[in-house]
């Protein structure tokens, strides 16, 4: 029999239907939580809000508005962004060797069409190899209606800003709009535009209608200063990464789907105080990645919406991770969520191990996180606190990693988790812990799809879940786990669900044998990775 030696260990073996279950279980107190410190969001969980523009005395634009006052952070962003009047749009047809603008502010030099100052203009047909370059004043705010429009580059990227105080780009409600750059630049240098939608000043993306980015040589969306996602169906297809926002990027709403060879999505400025973040207010991302996945400098946080990663080498990377609200799935073929990039690390580590650990957080409030990964499920290289919401973790097969890595402390106050993996780096939550839980040794896997049941002394069953994956180990708590209670495992039965925490009876289930409620032991201590 396989042991995991611990103070104050006992150990229960029942086989049942070829499945035998080591319970290991060592003492857990009481005590205060660990929580994100400083990078905790205090701000209301939103959804995107909607108002229409005021008429005014001629014509008016209505406007989708994503509400502005639903972001807490200090971004260039307002309501009034997305609010004019349609009698003083400047008209710009695009045409293959016959361009031509109704209005001031536009200059038109062969196919490629350079506006210079503030306004608002309203861009249709299409350019088979142009540009369009926005060239206004370092105050200007320059708005372009893409209604209808087909932008394509053989030298370079087909819309560029290049000074401005802030560009928006909407998407006219059921227009379909097309923006693809060269496969290689004429310009490759460090300073040239490298994604086929870029720009130097603030940039916003909103309206009802729809976007297709094609970066077929490096990068989709590119803004050198913050990105604000108000609204908008917007799909990028990237060689490289897919979006980038430098100072910060707020999605409050719409659909942005991407496909990149590098990182997915992410804010890179690492270097300014409140810069360097990345929050979802509202709105629905999913993203392919052939590096990581959803990517912060400094702060990712969830508050609402959904993100779904569907492919990804690490799902969700940043130094501090918050989520408080909406639906989040991450697959990752290395670690799912991961706290990591930041620096004070000291030398003290759960377990008794000298694993470093230093000024990293990952901090979950509410909503839904799901992890399916073949690295490290949830990882921090400091400290972690779940105090409400629902975490999954479908974690390695292999012994080297772990459902659950912290090199600091983990502390479960509250929501529910269930954490399945390998058993040889299993983590638990650590004595600060003010919720009980159970932690299942099985020295047999549990086959993928098996339900796993835990019922109290009464036969009700508490906890139920199904994992996606072969299961060694188990860390399952919630409010319905009492500290100190005796609870009797199950494999089989029936559940609601085919996948995740569910709920469950326990008709044709098999007994495995009994656990301590709050009684933790650790295989291994934590690694960082």
């Not at 279980?25 to 209301?44: D, R």
């Not at 000024?359 to 921090?380: A, H």
């Not at 932690?439 to 139920?464: E, K, M, N, W």
Request: hydrophobic share 35%; charged share 15%; aromatic share 4%.
């Amino acid at each position: 029999m396989r042991l995991l030696s611990t103070i104050r260990t006992t150990t229960l073996r029942t086989s049942v239907a070829g499945l035998a279950l080591t319970l290991a279980l060592a003492g857990c107190s009481v005590g205060t939580t660990v929580g994100a410190g400083s990078t905790t969001s205090t701000t209301q969980s939103a959804d995107t809000a909607t108002t229409e523009s005021a008429a005014s005395d001629t014509t008016a634009t209505t406007a989708v508005v994503a509400d502005s006052t639903a972001i807490a952070e200090d971004t260039h962003y307002d309501d009034d962004d997305l609010t004019w009047d349609a009698a003083d749009e400047v008209a710009v047809t695009l045409a293959d060797g016959s361009t031509s603008a109704a209005g001031d502010g536009v200059t038109v030099d062969g196919d490629v069409v350079t506006i210079t100052a503030a306004g608002t203009y309203r861009l249709s047909g299409s350019l088979t190899d142009g540009q369009v370059v926005v060239a206004a004043g370092e105050e200007d705010v320059v708005r372009l209606i893409l209604d209808g429009v087909e932008l394509t580059s053989s030298t370079g990227s087909p819309l560029v800003v290049t000074s401005a105080d802030e560009a928006l780009v909407y998407l006219e409600d059921g227009s379909t709009n097309t923006l693809t750059d060269a496969d290689s630049y004429a310009d490759d240098s460090s300073e040239a535009p490298n994604a086929a939608l870029y720009s130097m000043a603030d940039l916003t993306i909103a309206g009802d209608g729809s976007l297709t980015v094609n970066g077929t040589s490096n990068d989709g969306i590119v803004s050198k200063d913050g990105l604000v996602l108000a609204a908008g169906d917007v799909t990028v297809d990237a060689v490289d990464d897919g979006i980038t926002g430098k100072d910060y990027i707020a999605l409050l709403g719409g659909t942005y789907d991407v496909t990149a060879g590098g990182d997915g999505i992410k804010s890179t400025n690492e270097d300014e105080d409140g810069r360097g973040w990345f929050t979802v207010y509202g709105g629905d991302l999913v993203v392919s990645s052939g590096d990581d996945g959803v990517k912060a400098a400094t702060t990712l946080t969830v508050d609402a919406g959904t993100v779904t990663v569907t492919e990804s080498v690490e799902g969700m990377e940043a130094p501090h991770i918050i989520i408080n609200g909406g639906t989040s799935e991450v697959t990752s073929s290395d670690d799912g969520v991961n706290a990591a990039g930041g620096s004070a690390e000291t030398t003290s580590g759960m377990g008794g191990g000298m694993d470093a650990v230093g000024d990293y957080t990952v901090s979950v409030t509410g909503g839904s996180l799901t992890i399916t990964s073949d690295g490290d499920g949830l990882d921090s290289n400091g400290d972690a606190g779940i105090t409400g919401g629902t975490v999954v973790v479908n974690g390695p097969t292999g012994e080297g990693n772990g459902a659950l890595d912290v090199n600091g402390e983990l502390t479960v106050d509250g929501g529910t988790v269930a954490a399945a993996g390998s058993a040889g780096m299993a983590v638990t939550p650590g004595a600060a812990s003010a919720q009980s839980g159970v932690q299942l040794t099985f020295a047999s896997t549990v086959p993928a799809g098996t339900a796993i049941q835990i019922a109290d002394a009464d036969g009700t069953v508490v906890g139920s879940f199904v994992g996606t994956k072969d299961t060694a180990s188990l860390i399952f708590s919630s409010a319905s786990i009492t500290a100190g209670e005796t609870y009797t495992v199950y494999t089989g039965g029936t559940t609601t669900a085919s996948e995740g925490v569910t709920e469950g009876t326990l008709d044709g289930a098999d007994e495995l044998g009994t656990v301590t409620a709050g009684e933790y032991t650790q295989s291994q201590g934590p690694g960082r990775r």
